[in-house]
């Protein structure tokens, strides 16, 4: 399966990239589609404010400090007021934006003659402002978003799985004769044979995690890595509004309707198209304040480029959650992919099916995911020839194993020694249990035959000597 499957149009564009690929296309889905999709809005944004005029433009201040003025409103002076944006039209020309020496209310006289009174100016609860300083930042985040998004990939090839390549491009070799094609088999099935002679030798637990099953955990750990860069991105950008959720941004322009302006409301709420800006400077007569408005063309291609990424982003956050407990289940247990592997594969229906499953069942988690990538890229009839081969191969060397170790056992003096101390020690104690259950307490059974010489070891325990063999009669040593 590949990433053309989901998304047609992106695969066709983006699978072709690399004639070889060592992930799953839930992998391709963060290291292309969306390190491709960060790159273009970086370089869309990064050309539109370098080159595509100014990103702000002020008016009411002195026109000898409009200069200086855009400049610092575009650096650190923005600002909205958060009540503004509940406030009617009349009263607000523009979303966010209010005089603040407006008086509290104004008192009127009634019909009936009475008066509405005003409350004091120092009763009144100031206007909250929000000040908007992120925005000459926002290519330098996707810059970086897209390299978050590529990082993973690299850990991936630099923690072992780069070498399989070669071994894929070694097998996707283009050959007509048969000869030729057997020759590449019997190379590729030694490579692989050496990996998983290798991968069986789990001395200990150390060596079981770092050789036997280690491609299995740099597979998680990768998937785990994806899974961060998701939520550590969706964190970062929620954290750098200062106003409204980010993380809700796609779901209330979602559900809001367009024809009472509620989307546009939400929008000017991250993304304001017309700011406050207060610039102060000394003067003759002290502090001087100068209060103007500025407008910020860039917002209206910010608020659909956000509103795009927000939709691919939390695509991205689902995914890797569920490749995530994907590649937990194939760590865990064998069989959860062992039929999707068949089917890649073409052995479903081989003769040698049930020695198959046995060696796969029994491989580590190393070879089962070596063998998944390679069912990726290679076609099914030499991937088929592949592993009946290999799979023959580790069950000779297991066979092997087996055996050697068996005439280990067989021709070492002590542990034969030690089997034939255990079974006199057997028969010995079966006589008593025998002679106890006649009737017969008297121990008679216990002495020792003729023939056999009785004598007290150096603690005192009765000893019997069977030939030339110590055994104790002790119960604790028998057993």
């Known amino acids: 399966?590949?990433?053309?499957?989901?998304?047609?149009?992106?695969?066709?564009?983006?699978?072709?990239?690399?004639?070889?690929?060592?992930?799953?296309?839930?992998?391709?889905?963060?290291?292309?589609?969306?390190?491709?999709l960060s790159l273009t809005f970086a370089v869309v944004l990064t050309i539109r404010q370098l080159l595509g005029g100014p990103s702000i433009a002020c008016d009411g201040f002195p026109p000898q400090r409009e200069r200086?003025?855009?400049d610092w409103c575009?650096?650190?002076?923005?600002y909205t007021l958060k009540e503004a944006y509940e406030m009617s039209n009349v009263v607000s020309p523009y979303p966010g934006i209010l005089p603040e020496e407006i008086p509290a209310c104004m008192e009127y006289q009634l019909l009936n003659g009475s008066k509405i009174n005003c409350p004091k100016s120092h009763e009144v609860k100031p206007f909250t402002r929000i000040y908007h300083t992120w925005y000459p930042f926002v290519m330098f985040y996707f810059w970086m978003t897209s390299a978050f998004f590529f990082f993973p990939y690299k850990m991936y090839k630099l923690w072992g799985f780069n070498r399989l390549k070669e071994i894929i491009d070694l097998l996707q070799n283009p050959v007509e004769d048969g000869r030729e094609k057997k020759e590449l088999i019997r190379r590729g099935c030694v490579w692989l044979y050496l990996q998983s002679s290798v991968c069986l030798n789990r001395n200990s637990l150390y060596s079981s995690l770092t050789v036997a099953h280690r491609l299995g955990i740099v597979a998680i750990a990768v998937k785990v890595l994806y899974l961060t860069v998701s939520v550590s991105t969706i964190y970062l950008t929620q954290k750098m509004f200062k106003f409204d959720s980010f993380a809700k941004y796609g779901l209330l322009w979602e559900g809001s309707s367009p024809l009472n302006n509620m989307r546009s409301l939400i929008q000017e709420k991250i993304f304001p198209k017309v700011a406050a800006c207060e610039l102060k400077r000394y003067g003759v007569s002290g502090m001087e304040v100068d209060k103007g408005m500025c407008m910020l063309g860039?917002?209206?291609?910010?608020?659909?480029?956000?509103l795009i990424y927000w939709f691919f982003l939390f695509a991205s956050l689902l995914?890797?959650?569920i490749t995530c407990l994907i590649t937990?289940?194939?760590?865990?247990?064998?069989g959860f992919h062992l039929n999707s592997f068949l089917v890649n594969s073409g052995l479903q229906k081989h003769k040698s099916l049930p020695t198959i499953r046995k060696l796969y069942f029994g491989s580590s988690s190393s070879i089962r995911f070596i063998l998944e990538v390679l069912s990726a890229n290679l076609d099914r009839k030499l991937l088929a020839e592949l592993c009946v081969?290999?799979?023959?191969?580790?069950?000779?060397?297991l066979r092997v194993r087996r055996h050697r170790q068996e005439q280990e056992e067989s021709a070492s003096p002590l542990l034969k020694m030690k089997r034939g101390i255990k079974n006199r020690v057997r028969k010995i104690r079966r006589s008593g249990e025998q002679g106890r259950s006649s009737g017969d307490t008297s121990g008679d059974n216990l002495a020792p035959p003729e023939g056999r010489k009785e004598r007290s070891g150096s603690l005192g325990i009765p000893m019997v000597l069977i030939n030339d063999e110590i055994v104790s009669l002790r119960s604790e040593q028998c057993r």
Not at 28 to 34: A, I, K, L, T, Y
Not at 298 to 306: D, E, G, P, T
Not at 389 to 397: C, K, T, V
């Open 328 to 334: 937990l289940a194939k760590l865990m247990l064998p």
């Open 319 to 321: 995914l890797n959650i």
């Open 74 to 78: 575009w650096a650190r002076g923005i």
């Open 1 to 36: 399966m590949g990433l053309e499957v989901l998304f047609p149009v992106v695969g066709r564009c983006t699978a072709p990239v690399k004639a070889i690929n060592i992930d799953d296309w839930y992998a391709q889905f963060n290291r292309v589609f969306m390190f491709y």
């Open 298 to 306: 860039i917002n209206m291609l910010n608020q659909y480029i956000f």
């Open 68 to 70: 200086f003025a855009e």
């Open 389 to 397: 081969q290999l799979f023959a191969m580790i069950s000779d060397e």
